[in-house]
């Protein structure tokens, strides 16, 4: 079983690539080699028991995706992209990463030859979803993305779909919900305080919340991100009808909620640390963003996600906290 | 004020040709000139008071699209398609056609300068949607196309949604229902008998049905479908709050209706010229089609469809009987 992850370096690749290397199998068979590869070269551990490679490279070349599948991995998990804010200010770079490398990957695969027809995950995102949202958006909620980021992930998926009907590619797409606690340094996303309002204050550093604290948003942890990837490689796709397109579970919860388990995990000297400084421009954009989802195909397909967000915080301090990530 | 049609010589190419030249005028102003653009050479009245011109070309080569747009035209209907059964067979045609031709359009009008920005009218299909379905199909309803076609018509929609939210485009996508009584002559297609138990009964002609007389479908006739196309380059564009795809009005009967219809209008004994004969094939893939939809956003933004199957029939009589096509 030899597993390709495109995106290697990215923070989810990582927490995936940890968690293949602690499974050691994949559909109750050995990994035998892992490719990783990313734009730029990937780091992984020294020790690993299994074979690593590092690729590197740029998906809006054809030729890359050509090369990457010139082994036949059996599984491709297909996680490179351009970020949200980066695709909206750069139009053509979005569209050529985003949408033109998942179509290259898409028919590389197809003409591979061989009936090679490996399991691609695609991990999609909610911002396919754009304002006004119902309260908790049902699973057969139409995409009307509000960014060129989301728009690119929608048409993946719809171009993924099509080549796996035709068993082109034997493809399924996952919607992560917006990954809490995100380890690390405290980036420019828009969305960076949901994690921030936990992550920094556990270090012992001030985090800004721009927002009020009722804003409700849906979140899971990076390890559910690495166990959705790692269920949706082995799940049978011939029970999905051709819906290969899930909204993957999540906990919707308010920020106040999030501050409130704070306070029960770690106490309130830690919660100290959150100031509340008002930011429009924040505000406005999260004012965008959906706040809760059904996703009941997926909770009846197996996918798990925490169930508080004590949990979630939980998750980041066993995972993360102390860790250089 | 100039038009360029794309697919000027497909059925509703004409329809709306005819149209465009009864009301001489687009939103409220003269039209200068129009062109027809197709595979073939596009047919057109040679009295007409309007100057008409027409190209011939392939959408797949972008540079059919720069030249296309090189004269400007102020509102563009996007007809052009390869039709869904050879999209079908014919993976990458359609491919290239029915996404990539799309594609290139946006770009070239989108890298014209001079802030030229038209109105561009794009019409997609309920093959965007795919079984099972809601009794009725809700605006907000997922796109999980059955069919290359659906899939390239639903990423035309979402590539003319991202150019138009970024201001390249000024773009509005119209799903139209199945076009019925469908003029000229039987064709091979599984939706033909829809307009053929019509059609062909009221010229003296027997008609095969294939499925049970309690299968219901979704109408419109070719001239509510011309009506359409003009309403949606009238309207104001920046009401759609980013939304600019619609699902269009139409008329959901059962092919019993249909029949009775026909009786009301024509006499039994034209009626006596549908024979049924059951055909398995066609049984099942009329079963994967929509049967009804709400499209209460296309009715609020006044586009209009016939009432009853009557005078779906009346249109045929009025516009296509006893005419060459």
Redesign the interface.
Known sequence: MKVLIMGGAGMIGQKLLNLILKNKKLKNEEITEITLFDIIESPYPLNSSIPIKTKSGDISDPKTSIDLISSKPDIIFHLAAIVSGQAEQE?DLGWNINAKGSWSLFEAIRHKGDNYCPRVVFTSSIAVF?APFPEKIP????????T?YG?QK??SE??L??YS??GMVDGISIRLPTICVRPGKPNLAASGFFSGIIREPLNGKEAILPVSDEVRHWHATPRSAAGFLIHAAEIDTSTLN??I?LNMPGLSVTVKEQIEALGRVAGNDVVKLIKYKPDPMIQKIVAGWARNFETKRAIQLGFKAENNFDEIIKVYIEDDLNHKT
Chains 1, 2 share one sequence.
Do not use: E, Q
């Open positions: 139009f754009g699973d057969d909620f139409f995409t009307t993305p509000l060129s728009a929608a048409i719809l171009l779909a099509d009907r035709k051709n819906r397109t």
